[in-house]
């Protein structure tokens, strides 16, 4: 079956900092990967995707991830964090197949503070 | 640039009243999603619509809960009878089309079931 395990429930890091969260993921073919941000009391906003192609895809907000088949990760960077990142992080990938994405599985999410 | 609303922001009832919860998914987009999360956990998806019928349901859209698309712009989940588990976030998204088109969320609607 189908998982997204994120293994850092909470990360503090200081603004300017760089950042790096974790996604690895079980999917029997080819994923098709998502991050997504939630701002607290917001809804989730897509940062990037990864479908096929380059496994450095960038996204919006500075952020970049890199798809790794080998390690069955799709781990979120940002060379400088500013304070506006402060939320949680969603992973997700898609459970479809023959070509439909599917519905999202989701990861439990990594909390992101930043200190000043 | 288009997004998906959701209304009501919040929504209180009370142990097994009916409740609609609605959403209007960006306009060119062809399937649509309800997903739910519970304070604290995951997202966790709900069920898929296209083409005016349901894709694909998990093991949470029991009998209790339907949709509908009930004209062109809006998307319902109608839950018959509430339990007090069903209080949650519940996250209305829209894509495209298939494969290489992302899903977009609303805002949410938190329903609290007293």
């Known amino acids: 079956a189908q998982s997204v395990t994120q293994p850092d429930i909470h990360i503090t890091v200081s603004e300017g900092a760089s950042l790096e969260l974790r996604c690895n993921y079980s999917y029997g073919a080819t994923p098709y990967l998502f991050w997504y941000v939630q701002s607290p009391g917001q809804g989730l906003q897509l940062l990037l995707k990864y479908f096929s192609g380059d496994t450095l895809v960038q996204g919006i907000k500075g952020f970049e991830a890199e798809f790794k088949r080998s390690q069955s990760s799709f781990n979120l960077r940002k060379p400088s964090v500013h304070w506006s990142d402060a939320a949680e992080y969603f992973c997700?990938?898609?459970?479809?197949?023959?070509?439909?994405?599917?519905?999202?599985?989701f990861g439990k999410g990594t909390k992101l503070s930043v200190k000043p | 640039e288009p997004e998906v609303t959701q209304t009501p922001s919040h929504q209180v009832t009370q142990m097994g009243q009916e409740v609609i919860l609605r959403c209007v998914p960006i306009s060119n987009h062809l399937y649509f999603y309800w997903y739910r999360q519970i304070l604290g956990q995951k997202v966790e998806f709900l069920v898929s619509f296209y083409n005016n019928e349901i894709s694909e349901k998990s093991e949470i859209f029991d009998d209790q809960f339907s949709v509908e698309r009930p004209d062109g712009s809006n998307f319902t989940l109608k839950i018959r009878s509430t339990k007090l588990e069903d209080s949650a976030m519940y996250f209305c998204?829209?894509?495209?089309?298939?494969?290489?088109?992302?899903?977009?969320f609303g805002p949410g609607t938190r329903l609290t079931v007293t």
């Open positions: 997700a990938v898609g459970a479809g197949y023959g070509g439909s994405q599917g519905n999202l599985i």
């Open positions: 998204a829209s894509s495209e089309g298939l494969a290489a088109n992302p899903q977009y």
